[in-house]
């Protein structure tokens, strides 16, 4: 059986988690670092709590520090220039390429985005002065300039003294230009194996070049790429100025990063929020969309309400239901988008579920405690009934903190028993909380109200 780098995760997180000795966590990470990918290894880091992550990042040589920051997750970033003393934090920055550094520059402080700037080369800060006459919304701000481009008037001798020294990745074609730049056609590399010498290129090339422009939505382009059955694309300005070039890897990154935000949004969560980021964020991150959701369920409630007179007893408890069951499902929906997230990406493990479920009980209590105040005043103003609205406030903190529990606990259970928590996880979620919505509150509505 073929083990993939993340199902690798869980046991070198669990390993490093549970090690006491330096030496042991030296070796651990050795290992890591032979069986891992760079992105990988960010995760890796991203899965550890915050107390022990600063001990690990201390025993990371410098190559492998720069590696991990340059691929963390923007809540993470943030957090670990914060933890780092501000040198520290530059040395991250001294030798940042110019697609890392468009990348970062939209997450970190900008005295760090300015201090990268100023190590770049000149080649290297014509690329990022090109990329910023572009949105980060256009292909042009986030160009790949590994771009192999040659003059026209090249012989396939003078091309093949440049394959000599290395190809790009993803290199499959020679773009040629003219002197000023501008895109006359492009040659298979292929094409020149069996070619003499003193051919010129042109004789080779294909003059009806597929081409991006720099003004194109990015996300739009990155799909003309994944269907274009090619292994890059190149990217000209107005005037037809070949400016770099978007590859099939990217692109597919850029599709993964639209999956990810859509999946990110539908549990009203942040793509970028760290798995163990502050209680106060976390719960700040998803306050809004509980906001959102909680004037929904109580417009179910007013029509509810319309048909109030044929509810013989207590009646606010009826049109009340769907808002203690509504919270309570959407607040489980964003802590089991984060859990599955985790579980997706192999960094949550037996040895840090404790914390997480710890982390997001406290989360869940901090919502709990807003929105239970906030709703109860809104039932007060309503109903003018203190002791409805004391029953409905006791209800929605503790349906919160279930919620919070069941998102934890539900994907875990599933995912020890085979089955995929992401699509089974939100059904039984729901049935949860509603069943622990209703019983809470009418079992309260019982004790102080009838």
């Given at each position: 059986?073929?083990?993939?780098?993340?199902?690798?995760?869980?046991?070198?997180?669990?390993?490093?988690?549970?090690?006491?000795?330096?030496?042991?966590?030296?070796?651990?990470?050795?290992?890591?670092?032979?069986?891992?990918?760079?992105?990988?290894?960010?995760?890796?880091?991203?899965?550890?709590?915050?107390?022990?992550?600063?001990?690990?990042?201390?025993?990371?040589?410098e190559d492998t520090q720069h590696e991990i920051f340059i691929n963390l997750g923007g809540d993470s970033c943030r957090w670990l220039l914060q933890s780092l003393?501000?040198?520290?934090?530059?040395?991250?920055?001294?030798?940042?390429s110019v697609e890392e550094l468009l990348e970062l520059e939209e997450i970190i402080p900008e005295r760090f985005v300015d201090y990268a700037r100023r190590q770049l080369d000149e080649v290297q800060t014509k690329q990022y002065d090109l990329a910023q006459q572009y949105n980060p919304e256009q292909l042009g701000h986030w160009l790949d300039f590994d771009a192999l481009k040659v003059s026209e008037k090249l012989t396939?001798?003078?091309?093949?003294?440049?394959?000599?020294?290395?190809?790009?990745?993803?290199?499959?074609?020679?773009?040629?230009?003219?002197?000023k730049g501008t895109l006359i056609g492009e040659v298979a590399i292929n094409a020149l194996f069996k070619a003499n010498d003193n051919d010129s290129l042109l004789d080779y090339a294909n003059l009806d070049v597929s081409v991006l422009h720099a003004d194109d939505d990015l996300?739009?382009?990155?799909?003309?790429?994944?269907?274009s059955e090619q292994m890059a694309m190149p990217v000209v300005n107005a005037d037809n100025k070949l400016l770099g070039r978007l590859s099939v890897s990217s692109a597919y990154e850029l599709r993964q990063e639209v999956t990810d935000e859509a999946a990110a949004k539908a549990g009203g969560l942040r793509e970028d929020e760290d798995l163990f980021s502050s209680v106060t964020k976390s719960a700040k991150n998803r306050g809004i969309w509980l906001g959102i959701n909680l004037a929904t369920a109580f417009l179910a409630s007013w029509f509810i309400g319309l048909f109030g007179a044929?509810?013989?007893?207590?009646?606010?408890?009826?049109?009340?239901?769907?808002?203690?069951a509504s919270m309570g499902g959407i607040a489980?929906?964003?802590?089991?988008?984060?859990?599955?997230?985790?579980?997706a990406l192999g960094q949550v493990t037996d040895s840090n579920r404790k914390a997480l479920l710890k982390k997001e009980l406290r989360v869940g209590a901090l919502n709990g405690c807003v929105w239970a105040f906030v709703i109860g005043v809104l039932?007060?103003?309503?109903f003018n009934d203190g002791m409805l609205s004391l029953t409905i406030t006791i209800a929605i903190l503790l349906n919160l903190v279930a919620a919070s529990l069941s998102g934890v606990v539900i994907p875990s259970i599933l995912d020890k028993l085979k089955i995929d928590p992401a699509l089974s996880g939100s059904v039984i979620?729901?049935?949860?909380?509603?069943?622990?919505?209703?019983?809470?509150?009418?079992?309260?509505?019982?004790?102080?109200?009838?």
């Open positions: 059986m073929i083990e993939y780098p993340v199902d690798q995760l869980p046991q070198l997180i669990d390993d490093l988690l549970q090690c006491d000795t330096t030496t042991r966590k030296n070796k651990l990470l050795a290992d890591a670092k032979e069986k891992l990918s760079t992105e990988h290894l960010s995760l890796l880091f991203e899965a550890l709590p915050k107390e022990q992550r600063l001990e690990i990042w201390q025993l990371l040589d003393d501000e040198a520290e934090g530059f040395k991250l920055l001294d030798e940042v396939v001798a003078g091309a093949r003294k440049i394959f000599q020294k290395g190809l790009p990745q993803y290199t499959e074609v020679i773009y040629l230009v003219s002197r996300y739009e382009a990155a799909e003309v790429v994944i269907h044929t509810i013989e007893q207590v009646v606010a408890l009826a049109v009340l239901m769907p808002v203690v489980g929906s964003q802590t089991l988008t984060v859990i599955v997230r985790g579980l039932t007060y103003f309503w979620l729901t049935t949860v909380t509603d069943i622990v919505g209703f019983v809470t509150f009418l079992g309260l509505g019982s004790l102080l109200l009838l």
